[in-house]
């Protein structure tokens, strides 16, 4: 299960570095921490079904300890796609006035993607200046409410995305502590291992004096 919850996070952050909404707002930071957690939560669930099916209690463990920060980890993840989410006006009105100055071409490639001009309205920073009129672009439209609702749909598969996988992580850990709970200590299992192989060398040994007795007994019953 948290195998496909890594190929999940995986595939959104994907998805969100190549939307329009992290090209406009120069905010890929999200998108990249997606990819990162992913790669993370992999080898986490491999540690955990490895301590699950040979029983190691520090395993399961480590296993548990690790999840746990993974969950926090994606709870600061929610919060902060939340807090985009309230502020979503103002970071994409920094964004177009930074892509202003710096990169113009990345305002006409969304212009010509989205069809409109501007970001408030037709005029409000268009590039070019004249794009409503100009017979390349010539939108009547700004740009504002559709890198909106692309930017608000982005982040709204993120928070549920990230959400779900929270909610089967902490079921995953809630399982963890069960099974570590009932499983005895590393040390019992190795005490109880020792015990059972000196019993097995013990019973070789009786078994082995027992079929030289009766090999001596033939040998005088020969005689």
């Known amino acids: 299960m948290e195998e496909l919850a890594s190929v999940a996070l995986f595939g959104l952050g994907v998805f969100g570095l190549a939307s329009e909404s992290p090209i406009l707002l120069e905010s890929r930071a999200l998108s990249w921490t997606l990819i ?64 202003y100055v710096h990169n113009q071409r990345t305002l006409q490639d969304l212009e010509i993607r989205l069809h ?4 408030s309205n037709k005029t409000d920073r268009a590039v070019p200046s004249n794009c409503h009129q100009s017979p390349a672009f010539g939108f009547h439209t700004s740009c504002q409410k559709q890198l909106r609702d692309s930017f608000t749909r982005h982040e709204n598969m993120v928070i549920v995305t990230v959400t779900v996988v929270e909610i089967l992580q902490l079921l995953a850990l809630v399982a963890t502590m069960v099974l570590w709970s009932k499983l005895p200590h590393d040390d019992d299992v190795d005490a109880q291992y020792r015990h059972e192989h000196s019993q097995r060398l013990l019973q070789g040994l009786r078994d082995d004096d027992q079929q030289r007795a009766g090999n001596y007994g033939t040998v005088d019953e020969t005689r």
Request: aromatic share 8%; glycine share 8%.
């Open 36 to 99: 990162v957690l992913s790669l993370l939560v992999m080898p986490v669930s491999i540690l955990g079904c490895a301590g699950s099916l040979g029983r190691y209690k520090t395993v399961l463990a480590t296993y548990g300890a690790l999840l746990s920060l993974l969950v926090l980890f994606q709870l600061v993840v929610i919060l902060y796609a939340s807090v985009r989410h309230d502020k979503v006006d103002n970071l994409m009105d920094q964004a177009w006035q930074n892509a």
């Open 116 to 119: 409109c001009c501007g970001f």
